[in-house]
Antibody, heavy 123, light 111 residues
């Protein structure tokens, strides 16, 4: 069964940075587009960023553009999200998610999700 | 980026059918057949229930079905069961820099 395991979350002060990781296993990682989706406490889901299977194409929600950077290391089956200039409104559980079949762009059919990693931004 | 619009809550009795709507625009639901539905139980990661408007992943009950008309997608749960009580989110490909947009979420209560 496909497995996704996020790490790297924590408590950080406003303006700080974090690097989230998502270790993938039991599927051909480089074949599939991947995304990060976040959920603020008690709120709904928000797509944050996506990357093609090759890593050549990246996409961002307007709310994080310029502050977040997505990348992947296909040799290590790992997805990353570099988060800079953190704000209180970035507080959320961050999930990594695998696209069902899309490779060059995310189609939003996320068939596997990690358990999430909590990012808390507070002074 | 504005979210897709869903009713805040929908309820039904065991065995009944319920339908959750998801309203977008011509720029997302109206133009693309990349509509998905997710089920989320408290404290758990979302689970894909429907993708590409009406396709069901392997292992998802055929009590769940999806459809689309114009700018509105719908999820129907037939033969409602206690285990269906959860939050449900739609999503759509938007084709702009913000690739994917989610719905506001619907809490389903089984009476």
């Amino acid at each position: 069964e496909v497995h996704l395991l996020e790490s790297g979350g924590g408590l950080v002060q406003p303006g700080g940075s974090l690097r989230l990781s998502c270790a993938a296993s039991r599927f051909t990682f480089s074949t599939y587009a991947m995304s990060w989706v976040r959920q603020a406490p008690g709120k709904g889901l928000e797509w944050v960023s996506g990357i093609s299977g090759s890593g050549d194409s990246t996409f961002y929600a307007d709310s994080v553009k310029g502050r977040f950077s997505i990348s992947r290391d296909n040799s290590k089956n790992t997805l990353f999200l570099q988060i800079n200039s953190l704000r209180a409104e970035d507080t959320a559980v961050y999930y990594c998610a695998k696209d069902t079949y899309c490779t060059s762009i995310s189609c939003g059919a996320f068939d596997y999700w990690g358990q999430g990693t909590l990012v808390s931004v507070s002074s | 980026q504005s979210a897709l619009t869903q009713p805040a809550s929908v309820s039904g009795s065991p065995g009944q059918s319920i339908t959750i709507s998801c309203t977008g625009t011509r720029s997302d639901i109206g133009d693309y057949n990349y509509v998905s539905w997710f089920q989320q139980h408290p404290g758990k990661a979302p689970k894909l229930m429907i993708y590409d408007v009406s396709d069901r992943p392997s292992g998802v009950s055929n009590r769940f079905s999806g459809s689309k008309s114009g700018n509105t997608a719908s999820l129907t749960i037939s033969g409602l069961q206690a285990e269906d009580e959860a939050d449900y989110y739609c999503s759509s490909y938007r084709g702009s820099s913000t690739l994917i947009v989610f719905g506001t979420g619907t809490k389903v209560t089984v009476l």
